[in-house]
């Protein structure tokens, strides 16, 4: 995995939540996320358990509207949008656990991401088939191209419900690259895999940051934060408590007491 | 031996018939993973949108009447769906309510039906025609066309749901609706046009009943409904290509028994099968884990 060096950019960002804030049935969960996600940079989103991490995520991909609070992608305002307008703006997201369409194959499981096709509207299967199976075989032709880059060639007519975890978590991120977003937001993706495939997924995110993609990525995993990311955002109790880079949150005594202590300690003592 | 034949040919029609009305069902199903029991008072709807096409109005020949008067209850169901079952569907999480609403829909169809053309038996306008003898099998010209249909209808839903992407969006949805909306499938819109194929099919198929039948009455569709039903949790439930071989293997069996035993029992002998198949393989005989 290749270490990060680029400067965070000042000002230029992909994404951006004001006072965002939910509840559930009086319950704070989040209780103002405020932060902006520097455009082509892989932004980590860390915090203890139960800083809202997730509800946070659900809001921003549009499975959960937020009680208040703004949150834009590019200048434009999508607070409470719908998740499949949310997508088609430019932002996927993949699952903590993870998430397939069981009973389509590897391959067709790429195929559903691309968005805005002509073959989506029954007007044109019939009227325009031509357009339609044109870009239904250069779908085909990239998204095995996808599956090759990312190790799943040789199981793309296989039932994506009989993969193994790890290859779930390489689908799930090659079916968000697939339909070639602005942002994509990744959700623990190295829970639950081997340190071998760490490192194969940190090379994966480093590659498409390369290719000009804003990452952000809920992590818990220090090193993988420290090794890829280019700027962090602290949550603790619903807010957002502090951002910046790694390296100088680490010298931020809020930050160390709400969370890094905490992680530092459990390493320390594993 | 004759007799055999004969009702094998019979079968065919049925299953047919059965395999468009089953289809319809499941696709419909699939996507909004409630059963709507009206469907089978749209088959009924749709029969009689093409008999004011063909016998009471505009005098069209009973192929187009039938097109035309499918595309309107595909249209009709969309409608219905979009301002009747859609905000109970999203006002009740558990889809027990929203089927009570299908019942009530049910009933109100045939009730508009019986109110509209009455409880007499009606005869689509059609030419009389003469009996081919094809191998063993004796069938009409709109018999053969009833199972060209039905079978280039079934490559037709194949070939959609394989390749193209409306297809495979329906089949996403179906499979896990939270992931397809996060993937940017507008889950609103493939709903929509589901119910519109589901609605074309269920005329498609009320209409080509009344002509397999020769007749057409308000409650054909409803008693009809109980056989969809078989088919479709003999195929298993869920399952588009469960549902088209549930449709043969229910309409064969019905009819074949009705070379054998007093036709009026050939409808038990559906039940027989899925009562069997119930306790034998509660999933459905083709189904695979999962849907699509």
Redesign the interface.
């Known amino acids: 995995m290749a270490e990060r060096n680029e400067p965070v950019a000042e000002g230029v960002f992909a994404l951006r939540c004001q006072e965002l804030k939910k509840s559930f049935q009086g319950v704070m969960a989040v209780t103002g996320a405020t932060f902006d996600v520097p455009q082509g940079m892989i932004t980590a989103l860390i915090g203890p358990n139960g800083a809202g991490k997730t509800t946070v995520v659900n809001i921003l991909s549009g499975m959960m509207k937020s009680d208040s609070g703004h949150m834009q992608i590019g200048s434009t305002d999508v607070t409470n949008w719908e998740s499949h307008k949310i997508a088609r703006m430019g932002l996927m997201r993949t699952f903590q656990l993870s998430r397939e369409l069981g009973g389509l194959t590897v391959l067709e499981n790429l195929l559903v991401a691309p968005q805005h096709q002509s073959g989506e509207s029954l007007f044109n299967i019939f009227f325009r088939p031509g357009r339609a199976k044109r870009e239904e075989r250069e779908n085909t032709e990239r998204a095995l191209e996808i599956l090759n880059t990312y190790g799943l060639y040789d199981l793309r007519d296989k039932r994506s419900r009989e993969l193994s975890g790890g290859q779930k978590k390489l689908l799930e991120i090659a079916r968000g690259v697939m339909a070639s977003p602005k942002i994509l937001l990744l959700d623990e993706p190295m829970a639950g895999v081997n340190p071998a495939l760490i490192d194969r997924i940190g090379g994966y995110i480093m590659d498409l940051k390369a290719q000009g993609m804003t990452i952000v990525m809920v992590e818990h995993n220090l090193n993988v934060v420290e090794k890829i990311c280019d700027h962090v955002i602290v949550l603790a109790e619903g807010r957002t408590l502090a951002t910046g880079r790694l390296s100088d949150l680490r010298a931020n005594e809020e930050v160390v007491h709400a969370y890094l202590g905490e992680v530092i300690n459990a390493s320390t003592t594993r | 031996m004759t007799l055999f034949w004969l009702s094998v040919g019979f079968g065919f029609v049925t299953a047919s018939v059965l395999a468009i009305s089953a289809v319809g069902l499941s696709l419909q199903f699939g996507i909004t993973n409630y059963i709507n029991f009206a469907y089978g008072d749209f088959m009924a709807l749709g029969a009689y949108f093409t008999y004011v096409l063909n016998a009471e109005f505009f005098h069209l020949n009973i192929w187009i009447a039938l097109v035309f008067g499918s595309l309107l209850m595909g249209i009709l169901a969309v409608l219905l769906n979009q301002f009747l079952l859609s905000p109970f569907a999203r006002r009740f999480s558990k889809s027990f309510y929203v089927m009570i609403v299908t019942f009530g829909l049910s009933l109100i169809i045939l009730n508009v039906i019986y109110s509209i053309w009455g409880p007499n038996v009606r005869n689509y306008t059609m030419p009389l025609e003469h009996v081919l003898h094809i191998g063993p099998f004796l069938l009409t010209r709109d018999q053969l066309i009833v199972m060209a249909a039905a079978v280039l209808m079934m490559l037709g839903v194949h070939l ?1 749901l394989k ?4 297809g ?2 329906m ?2 949805m ?3 609706t ?10 609103r ?1 493939i709903t929509t ?1 589901t119910w ?2 589901s609605g074309t099919m269920a005329g498609i198929a009320g209409s080509v009943l009344g002509i397999a039948e020769g007749n057409l009455t308000p409650a054909a569709g409803e008693l009809f409904l109980f056989v969809i039903f078989a088919a479709v949790i003999v195929g298993g439930v869920g399952s588009i290509y469960g549902a088209m071989a549930g449709a043969v293997l229910i309409g064969m069996a019905t009819e074949v028994s009705a070379a054998f035993i007093n036709p009026a029992w050939k409808l038990d002998v559906a039940f027989v099968i899925l009562i069997i198949t119930l306790l034998v393989r509660p999933t459905g005989l083709f189904s ?5």
């Open positions: 959609m390749t193209t992407r409306l495979k969006s089949r996403a179906s499979d896990n939270t992931l397809a909306m996060t993937s940017g499938i507008d889950t819109r046009v519109f194929l695979r884990p999962g849907k699509g």
